[in-house]
Nanobody, 121 residues
Framework: VQLVEFGGGSVQAGDSLRLSCTAS????????MGWFRQVPGKEREFVAG????????HYADSVKGRFTISRDFAKYTVYLQMNSLKSEDTAVYYC???????????????WGRGTRVTVSS
């Protein structure tokens, strides 16, 4: 599975961005998909995840109510809609695929290369 992220950029606090992650190489239908983020000097942290069927989602407390994860099986794509962005959301965002479904950074099998999001206050 190859994962490629799109949609990062520089925005102002309060703005919105939508990240997308397109998978190729093999079917990702059976994989839980997620988004993580990382800033320099810190560990990669979980942001949002969606299970293999798309019927269950979960979020880090820091983004609940502002971010929404979804997946489009026909387009082999996972999205992260980010609203009401804050300066602390600034990070490199990584797409992840985990067939086991845990979406823990130690169990993720495939990572994208990341897309940078910068939020200015």
């Amino acid at each position: 599975v190859q994962l490629v992220e799109f949609g990062g950029g520089s925005v102002q606090a309060g703005d919105s961005l939508r990240l997308s992650c397109t998978a190729s190489g093999r079917s990702f239908v059976s994989y839980a998909m997620g988004w993580f983020r990382q800033v320099p000097g810190k560990e990669r942290e979980f942001v949002a995840g969606i299970n293999w069927s798309g019927g269950s989602t979960h979020y880090a407390d820091s983004v609940k109510g502002r971010f929404t994860i979804s997946r489009d099986f026909a387009k082999y794509t996972v999205y992260l809609q980010m609203n009401s962005l804050k300066s602390e959301d600034t990070a490199v965002y990584y797409c992840a695929a985990d067939q086991g479904g845990l979406l823990d950074s130690t169990t993720v099998e495939y990572w994208g290369r990341g897309t940078r999001v910068t939020v200015s206050s």
